[in-house]
């Protein structure tokens, strides 16, 4: 446990400060201006999962798995735990503390079209609810924070409407504005996934709305790994210039995620024989797989650290996590784990640092359920000594 408190430890400090040492500061757009640097004020400590005053029953720092009482309602007494009682999680993404110090994140829900605010021990709060068309594989699906979240606020989301998928722009107080539309919609393949390359821009993975053909077609958004800029409009920077389209050939992305150093960019992808992952390069096709699981786990979520690729798994409880070379490639078998001890069936995943992440469960879709599901928590990677379930 006390590994445990030590990692949230860290991760508050690396909130309240703005980043940390391992993770490099990403370097501004060639069209921003650098901010005028201001003086950091101390703020309050915040109340991290692992750091709280237990009830009667609850674990004390030292106690073993064991002596975790089960959830009792929404009440989860697992210290990993931020938010509780939500329906299937889509997406999440670190906040940072709050006014009052605890850590905060937004979570969305794939069906219900939410946007939610969560924090430890606080009911969340509905920030916004999308219209979404849920009654295939879509529905809201993903979220990014902009790069200058800190300064503007503004929240992407990736959404299936009844006639297009499309991505939309949140800004507080305001409606969501859609800054790319157009995206095929069809009977399946209509999932997609939001992340930041790092340096400014956004990057989309879409699905092929059900039609392979779409995918290899370049004049078509469908089953492409695009990257845009704020207004939707292509990135400076890609390979062609007129184009958001930096990779082609998905059918069912589940997962997006990029190294800290931005050298490498990685997606995750369901096709007929296999989940796979794939390294993208921008301006060359996906080609073959960097891994696949013929055994169809459900890959999804994934986080890029130093010397792993962690990934989730939504058709069976825990994570996976391959071991990487510092060039990418991949050098032993997955280490599977939160099998027996974790948090079940595991969807979205975004990089804390190199210890850790954040996940959402998707226990409601098909896995067995505890009354407090589905949640948001915390997880620490296996081989950094850390138990990423209930340890």
Known sequence: MEHVVRLLALIAAC?????????????????????????????PKPELPGEFTPSPGQRQPGQTPQSVP?????????????ATCLDPVSGVAM???????????????????????????????????????ASSDGGLTSIALSATFAEDQLVYLYVTTPTDNRVVRLAP????????????RGATGNRGVLASDRKGALL??????????????????????LRIDGAGQPAKGNPTATSAVIAAGLRLPGGLCVSADTTKIWVTDWTDRADVLYRVDPGKPLGNAAWSWPDKPGILGCASLSDVLW?????????????MAPDGSFVGKPKVSMQEDGFGLIGPMEMLNDQAALVGTVNKTSGK???????????????????????
């Open 204 to 225: 989309v993975a879409t699905g092929d709305a059900g039609n392979p053909a779409l995918a290899a077609d370049p004049n078509s958004l469908a089953g492409k790994v």
């Open 369 to 391: 359920t505890v009354s407090s599901d589905d949640r948001v928590a915390i997880v620490t990677r296996p081989d950094n000594g850390g138990n990423p379930g209930k340890d």
């Open 95 to 133: 906040i940072g503390p709050d006014s009052q110090g605890s850590v905060t994140a937004y979570a969305t829900e794939r069906t219900t079209g939410r946007l939610l605010k969560v924090a430890k021990n606080v009911d969340p709060v509905v920030v916004a609810t999308i219209p979404v068309d």
């Open 173 to 184: 107080g305001d409606a969501p504005k859609p800054i790319l539309t157009g995206i095929p």
């Open 311 to 323: 990934t989730t798994m939504s058709k069976t409880p825990g994570t996976q996590a391959l071991p």
């Open 15 to 43: 909130l309240l400060a703005g980043g940390c040492a391992s993770l490099p500061e990403e370097p501004p757009p060639t069209s921003w201006t650098p901010q005028r640097q201001l003086t950091p004020q101390a703020g």
């Open 70 to 82: 089960p959830p009792q309602g929404c009440k989860d007494f697992n210290p990993l735990v931020i």
